[in-house]
């Protein structure tokens, strides 16, 4: 079973320090919003390789797309609901045109912040697999938040990141792997694929399925393009009924790449998809926002009954606590 480890204070915050340490083509990049996407102790260590833009992402972009063409390693630091729309023609035309090496880190995935619709970048992932040759990475603890951009370090082209800050679990200790799942549990009745927070969940709800004697399979997804590892299709081949969720609208996301992939393999039975179901997040504590956005622990508890036509219970099932918030506000001035 997948345990928790330890919970981690701010574990980006030391990460990207340290990679700037290691490569020194590295830049920061920043909307202003250093200390809001942790990258305020690479800001002090690093002031001749940091840049504060301000409240404008489109001019970001384009920046880092001309930093890249010149042999620099440009990281720019934004929120997801930013990158996503406000920069998308230039996050197109000037790093997806050119698959230039950039690495783009929208902060604030999904629904882990308390503050609302305007900051939760819930189609981002959507959005960004729209552009031809660009990586979607979604590191799912501290241990995949701390390693990612080592991960993606050699990668050519363009990435985008779905980050998470502050408090973070632990329950990885072996770093993120492009393009590779990690298969938590085997299971020949149902298989549960989540991300991001959604994983947090699904380890609750597979331990409370297991005691209830399904046998379970769960994989963890961080690589969300390309979506060819060998292993999704090992699994789903081996099971009659799947669950996915995750931290995003259940259109466009993961569980459409699942479904795409039980279509064209013919595998996996009957298919729930769990997460945001055309609607908007909401202000709220985390739990409370995963609960009422449909993809608690409970939420996949009940989810598998239906496909196995029990009931388990699901309301007694306990899910994650919080991500560790901050301030929401822009940090600095222009």
């Known amino acids: ?17 340290a990679y700037g340490r290691r ?9 202003d919003l250093t200390k809001s996407c942790e990258a305020d ?3 002090a260590e690093f002031p001749d390789r940091y840049y504060n833009l301000g409240m404008d992402e489109q001019n970001i972009v384009g920046m880092a797309a001309g930093m890249a063409r010149e042999g620099i390693l440009p990281v720019v630091h934004t929120f997801g609901v930013f990158i996503s729309r406000r920069a998308f023609d230039q996050v197109q035309m000037s790093v ?23 900051h939760q970048a819930i189609d981002d992932v959507a959005i960004m697999a729209s552009v031809p040759g660009l990586t979607i990475l979604d590191p799912g603890d501290a241990t995949e938040i701390e390693t990612v ?41 149902l298989a549960v694929f989540s991300a991001s927070v959604g994983t947090w969940e699904a380890i609750e709800a597979v331990k409370s399925l297991k005691a209830s004697g399904v046998s379970v399979a769960h994989v963890h997804v961080s690589t969300l393009k390309p979506f060819d590892d060998p292993e999704i299709r090992r699994v789903l081949s081996g099971v009659t009924g799947v669950i996915t969720v995750e931290n995003h609208l259940v259109h466009g996301g993961l569980g459409s790449a699942i479904a795409a992939t039980m279509a064209e393999t013919g595998t996996g039975g009957r298919l729930v998809r769990l997460g945001l179901q055309d609607r908007f997040g909401g202000a709220g504590r985390l739990p409370y926002l995963i609960d009422q956005c449909g993809f608690s622990a409970r939420h996949i508890v009940e989810a598998a009954g239906r496909l196995l036509g029990r009931d388990f ?19 600095e001035a222009l």
């Open 149 to 189: 951009l080592e991960a993606a370090h050699d990668l050519p082209g363009p990435v985008y990141f779905r980050m998470m800050r502050g408090d973070l679990p632990r329950y990885f200790d072996s770093p993120l792997e492009i393009g590779k799942v990690r298969v938590l549990e085997e299971g020949t009745d």
């Open 1 to 17: 079973m997948t345990q928790l480890i330890e919970t981690v204070s701010r574990p980006y915050f030391e990460s990207i320090t």
């Open 313 to 331: 219970g699901g309301a007694g099932v306990q899910g994650v606590t919080e991500v560790g918030e901050g301030d929401l506000e822009r940090q």
């Open 23 to 31: 490569h020194e083509e590295v830049v920061v990049l920043s909307g």
């Open 96 to 118: 997806g045109v050119p698959r230039v090496r950039v690495r783009l880190l929208g902060f604030l995935s999904g629904i882990t912040t308390p503050g609302g619709v305007t």
């Open 41 to 43: 102790g690479y800001a």
